[in-house]
């Protein structure tokens, strides 16, 4: 199959097959001595699939590419795969609570709040004023990471809603602008929550691949 082939069949676009190589996760076939297409076997499509089916589980691309490549081996025992869902359930679970008491410190705020007057009288106002008075989670002392992300193909102003809404969407992230003027990211994230290598491989599923700018 040539390339354009393999991302229909994989429900992928061409652009992140070839990230996919470039990161090492999928092996690029060589190119033919006589000339023409590069032609990918089937286990590629397979592979990729897979790929995408443990990143629906949770998993990172690269924890994905690790958790396939364990299991392809001759000796793979079951408890070898078990640990690393295990691991990423821990983790999971670490998140849901975090959310939760996020969840639990905005509903506090939305029921104090006044609804009329002016701002200054809002408990959520008050609560972005002084964010360390009403922190949601106790002891969090990590201190915020700030990741630029340089992306590819946005046009106009819808595709810079569409990035920005699934990057707001990850959990971890605090704060998020998109330019379209030069086409880059700047992200306020958690980083024992999300990485930055992780931010990137969010925004290959709405079609637009990022990589991360090292000032």
């Known amino acids: 199959m040539t390339i354009g082939q393999t991302a229909r069949a994989a429900g992928v676009g061409v652009e992140t097959i070839r990230f996919y190589e470039r990161q090492g996760f999928i092996d690029r076939p060589p190119k033919p001595l006589g000339?023409?297409?590069r032609r990918y076997p089937s286990a590629t499509v397979e592979r990729i699939r897979l790929l995408r089916q443990a990143q629906g589980l949770g998993f990172s691309l690269r924890e994905a590419a690790t958790l396939l490549d364990l299991g392809s081996r001759p000796d793979a025992r079951a408890e070898s795969i078990r640990n690393q869902a295990v691991q990423k359930?821990?983790?999971v679970d670490r998140r849901l609570e975090e959310l939760g008491a996020i969840r639990g410190?905005?509903?506090?705020?939305?029921q104090t709040c006044p609804r009329e007057g002016p701002a200054s009288c809002c408990s959520v106002w008050q609560a972005l004023s002084q964010p360390a008075a009403h922190s949601p989670i106790e002891g969090n002392t990590t201190m915020p990471q700030h990741t630029r992300l340089a992306i590819e193909g946005m046009q106009c102003d819808g595709c810079?809603?569409?990035v920005q809404q699934a990057l707001e969407r990850e959990p971890g992230v605090q704060r998020c602008i998109v330019y379209?003027?030069?086409?880059q990211s700047e992200v306020t994230h958690d980083p024992d929550v999300v990485t930055p290598?992780?931010?990137a491989e969010t925004l290959l599923s709405t079609g637009y691949r990022a990589t991360v700018v090292s000032d």
């Open 160 to 162: 810079v809603r569409v």
């Open 89 to 91: 359930l821990a983790d």
């Open 180 to 183: 379209l003027d030069n086409g």
């Open 35 to 37: 000339g023409g297409y």
């Open 105 to 110: 410190a905005l509903v506090e705020l939305l």
């Open 197 to 199: 290598e992780r931010l």
